[in-house]
């Protein structure tokens, strides 16, 4: 099942360098992993924004909802969901 | 060079249905065409709209402008275009 | 799965009224039948809106889709779906 | 009386961890005392948001008001109140 | 129970006047009429508007709702509600 | 002369308890005066907000503006005017 | 009293051109009547669209609603109104 | 040349009065100086707001941004500029 | 003196395609001839839209209104200026 | 390749001021070289903002991407991008 997952991130300003870089470097181990898994189908960076536009392909809401509270930068995104299905003139079964 | 492209579609409510149809059915044959050639990378319905998300994978934004405004449905679509990049947290060099 | 949907109505202030309730008497079998089979779980009016908060308990995004485009109505709503799951403070645990 | 209600909690990222988890745990068994009076009819957590959608059954408006208000984390939400009354095309007399 | 409703009127400009006068001359005697009831207990014309903001003082969320719907000029209005309470400022107990 | 007037209140988090108390006490205060002396006409609470929707009915603008900009609470407060008039199916004439 | 108002006109492209000049031709007389009578101490063009700002002087808000409602082109135009009062660092005493 | 120019001042709370006071002293007598030379034309405060509307008459674009960067509240304030031009139905040639 | 003018296009769906096709050949001729006077200093397409963002060099306010009011598309267009002045940072003395 | 880009520029008040003098020397001088390699097409001021109005000229989103990203001021600005391209009416055909 897709959803269209698009993830704006806000860093607090008054956060040490150290610890935000520790952040994106666990934030960045895990989104490879779960895209090494198949879930996290597509990621890529919107142009001039730190933000990206995410094809998440999971078994239900549940588990989208699971990975996404599981980012360790979730505390500091905006997150917009929409759910995704199969178009009637693509032409691929399943465009994951 | 990618593209997030997102169509919502208002066709007229007085439009005939034999129109519509024909519209509808000549974008098709032009969409899987372009899906085809590798230019339409990905179409997906956006639940409960009549719209659509695509990613458009082109040499520039001319040719992505000349594919948008050839769609038979252009004149009835409302269109929103984000410019992508790859991702430092992709695990893959080339996300199409 | 749990999703929220919301749908206004619209109908052209030129549909013929017979037109109008033909559309609404189908659209009432349909949504009543839907309830019953506990695919429409719940349905609420909005106060003062020609317009309603739904329910929906559906296996995936493809069967939500698929319900609310057979809706006669379908065309002259406007819908926003957002996706639900269980809240860690709810007593329940099916929580529909 | 039924209410639709949207929260949406924005801690401070000053809060200490501590304060902060006292604060949900006192929200927590205040709202499952509520489901429990059947005054809290429904509560969903909304997929990768800090928010929840509920479903009130009271006996009016200020009743209403005193439960929001007295939730631990009212200062921390931002709430949004719809009222709602019984869709002419539901199955069910009393949909709570 | 006290709710604040805004109502901004659209008549179509192909009505014809006198269809309009006939809605407007309706839509006067009801609301006078609910006015004199005690439902609709303030009645204000918003300046350089065609629109109202109006106090309903009401048994409840069905009741309002069926008033509203009762009005002639129902299908081409829109129409907020926020439910009210009293103030804890406020110098009067029943201000309605 | 009447004017609406919606007030939000936003409190900064890092207020001492005490300074906020003595501002909502001052402000309470200086509210029921002004009812008293018929310049604040209507206070109610908007249900599950920490703001208020308010009928003042003054000589003109500048005493309007006045009211409002003495208020304690005025530096902390999202403020929205909207000048009022008779309605023309108003059973009252002067319906403050 | 003065009052900022915003007018942005909107004629029916159906209208047929000699009841649109009409029209205008008749707000022209009207505003020119009333900007001699002091009422309508302002009037200025946006630049680029069909729409204006104007400062009217008036003895409270019945007269600038009935002078707004009296204009032909009300039924074409949207209105907003914002109250204005004298500001403190004014050189002028009635800047009108 | 005339400019419409709205100006929004929010001073951070944690300023020090006398800090504030003295970019409001200096702020003033700017002003003042700039509505004598007649390039600052009108200026009001909005009721109820810490805002101004303002008509400036200047040579063009570059001697009106110099002078509003000029302000010592413009690190503070919002701006919105309309350029205005004559009105077709002004009675008045040059209506500064 | 430069202004950033954004223009969208809505054609009436039932305008006759001869009469828009005359229009736009008008509006061409028109915008050329205003480029090469140098008054409308740059056009571009936005990618995927009915729309253009030009750059317009002009003595003035009244000047540039003449110009938009001027073109033959000017009634189905939707407008936004913004006056530019040139960057501190800006290599080029007159970034036309 | 162009693209336009708006950058909104928002400094924390807390910054110390030697700090934000450097960003800004920095950010001045890489776009000066920026413009004088031809990729930074054009920068205009918008009047009353602080914030730009810029033409990118590029091979491509990633090298746009690149060069925003590589501005001091990164961090502290809002980025909007709008993809543009050739436009019909235009005298010009390299119009950067």
Same mark, same amino acid.
């Given at each position: 099942?897709?959803?269209?997952?698009?993830?704006?991130?806000?860093?607090? =300003?008054?956060?040490? =360098? %150290?610890?935000?870089?520790?952040?994106?470097?666990?934030?960045?181990?895990?989104?490879?992993?779960?895209?090494? &898994?198949?879930? @996290?189908?597509?990621? @890529?960076?919107? +142009?001039?924004?730190? +933000?990206?536009?995410?094809?998440?392909?999971? %078994?239900?809401?549940?588990?989208?909802? %699971?990975?996404?509270? &599981?980012? =360790?930068?979730?505390?500091?995104?905006?997150?917009?969901?929409?759910?995704?299905?199969?178009? =009637? &003139?693509?032409?691929?079964?399943?465009?994951?």
């Amino acid at each position: 099942m897709l959803f269209h997952v698009r993830m704006d991130v806000n860093l607090p =300003p008054a956060m040490p =360098p %150290a610890q935000a870089e520790e952040l994106k470097k666990t934030e960045r181990e895990l989104a490879q992993s779960l895209q090494r &898994s198949g879930q @996290w189908r597509h990621l @890529w960076r919107i +142009a001039g924004q730190y +933000a990206n536009v995410s094809i998440f392909d999971v %078994a239900g809401v549940d588990e989208l909802h %699971a990975l996404l509270t &599981s980012l =360790p930068l979730f505390p500091y995104m905006q997150i917009q969901i929409m759910p995704l299905c199969r178009h =009637p &003139s693509s032409v691929r079964d399943g465009d994951a």
